[in-house]
Every structure is written in structure tokens, then in C-alpha cells.
């Protein structure tokens, strides 16, 4: 079975300044999607980024980026120029190629990353 | 990318009783999710809701408790049946389509405590 960890449960960051929270992932599986979710308090779950594992170039969304190491089951999340609106729950999470049940999303832990104004 | 509206958004609940969670979504999708979270924790998944068959349930979590309905392609039922106070959690629905070129998209979640 897939598993994904976040080992920082807590984040700071500066306003304006950049951030990186960490995701790594086990699987033996070698086609995959990756996928980090924001989750403010007001519990809406909104999808910031994805990644497919056969893609070798680095996903890419306005101030949030992706380092994907496929080698090292590694999948970071990078926050530019931080915005008091980035404080949130954030999820990494993994789903296999398969159909069907198997379709299903692998959450990480989650980790709370807090702006300063 | 589909929307869904997922109701009630919080309900107090007395324990022994059942409530009825509901997920509309605006176009049709391949599958349905059902998730339950604690306040401050991850996304435990309790089951995949499949159109036209039986759900399928992960570990720990069985069809007499959680029993899921999915009539047709755009909507899904989950049931919180015989509450304990144990059953205090935040339920989520979720969905996807085929071609996931939307990813997965989630309800607003419903927020039940139960006394």
C-alpha cells in the first residue's frame, strides 16, 4: 500500500518571504499523481498543484512550484512571496494509475503553515 | 471544474439517531469519496462510492454503519447510522471525473456532533 509522510506538522513563514513544505511518498508503482490541497479554516479543500509521474519537468502554478524527485519519492511544495491568505492546512497526496477503487487519494498528514504579517 | 454542494454544512445530533449526509454535484462524475476528518487531522477515507453497485469500504469502517447510497452519476448519500459521541467528525464528500483534468474536487464538509 501507498503511504505518504509529512514529518513537519507546524510551518512559519514571513510575509513576502518563500517557503517550502516537504512530502515524501512510498509506492512501487511507477505511474502516479501527486497532489498538494490547501485547506483553510473554512474547511473547503482546493486543489493548488499536481503532478504526473511520468512528467519530468516540475509543475508550476503562479507563486507555488514543485520540486519532484521521482527517485527519492520526494515531492515539495515551494510558496512564493507569501501571502497572509496562504496560512492554511496543506495536504500532500498520492493516486495510483489505477481506475476504480484504486483511484482513490493517499493523504499525507497535513501541515499547518502560518503567514506573519 | 464540478462543483459540489454538500448538505447539511452542521448538525447537532443525539446519539441513537442517524443522519443523512448529501452530495450534488453539477456535472457527472466517475467517482464519489466519502472522507472523515477530525478537526485539525487528515483525511481518513471511509469509503468509494461506485454508480450502480455496492460501495467499497476501507478498513475499519462497514455498510451497516456507513451505509452509501449513488443512484446515479451526480449525486451520493452517506448515512452516520446509531451515533455515538465518537462519531463527532467532519464529513466530506469528494469526486472525480474521468479524465481528471480537474483533479479531485471536494464538498464544503458537514460538521456533526453528536451528545
Known amino acids: 500500500a501507498q503511504t505518504v509522510t509529512q514529518s513537519q506538522p507546524e510551518m512559519s513563514v514571513q510575509e513576502a518571504e518563500t517557503v517550502t513544505l516537504s512530502c515524501t511518498y512510498d509506492?512501487?508503482?511507477?505511474?502516479?499523481?501527486l497532489f498538494w490541497y490547501k485547506q483553510p479554516p473554512s474547511r473547503q479543500m482546493i486543489l493548488v498543484i499536481r503532478?504526473?509521474?511520468?512528467?519530468?519537468q516540475n509543475a508550476t502554478e503562479n507563486r507555488f512550484s514543485v520540486n519532484f524527485q521521482k527517485a527519492a519519492k520526494s515531492f515539495s511544495l515551494k510558496i512564493s512571496d507569501s501571502q497572509l491568505g496562504d496560512a492554511a492546512m496543506y495536504f500532500c497526496?498520492?493516486?495510483?494509475?489505477?481506475?476504480?477503487?484504486?483511484?482513490?487519494?493517499?493523504f499525507g498528514k497535513g501541515i499547518t503553515l502560518s503567514v506573519r504579517p | 471544474s464540478a462543483v459540489i454542494s454538500q448538505k447539511p454544512s452542521r448538525d447537532i445530533c443525539q446519539r441513537g439517531t442517524s443522519l443523512t449526509i448529501q452530495c450534488q454535484v453539477d456535472s457527472q462524475v466517475t467517482m464519489m469519496f466519502w472522507y472523515r476528518q477530525q478537526p485539525g487531522q487528515s483525511l481518513t477515507l471511509i469509503a468509494t462510492a461506485n454508480q450502480g453497485s455496492e460501495a467499497t469500504y476501507e478498513s475499519g469502517f462497514v455498510i451497516d454503519k456507513f451505509p452509501i447510497s449513488r443512484p446515479n452519476l451526480t449525486f451520493s448519500t452517506l448515512t452516520v447510522s446509531n451515533m455515538s459521541p465518537e462519531d463527532s467528525s467532519i464529513y466530506l464528500c469528494s469526486a472525480v471525473e474521468t479524465t481528471m483534468l480537474y483533479g479531485y474536487t471536494f464538498g464544503s464538509g458537514t460538521r456533526l456532533t453528536v451528545v
Open positions: 497526496a498520492y493516486r495510483s494509475q489505477q481506475t476504480g477503487a484504486n483511484s482513490k487519494l493517499t
Open positions: 509506492t512501487s508503482e511507477s505511474d502516479y499523481y
Open positions: 503532478q504526473e509521474a511520468y512528467k519530468q
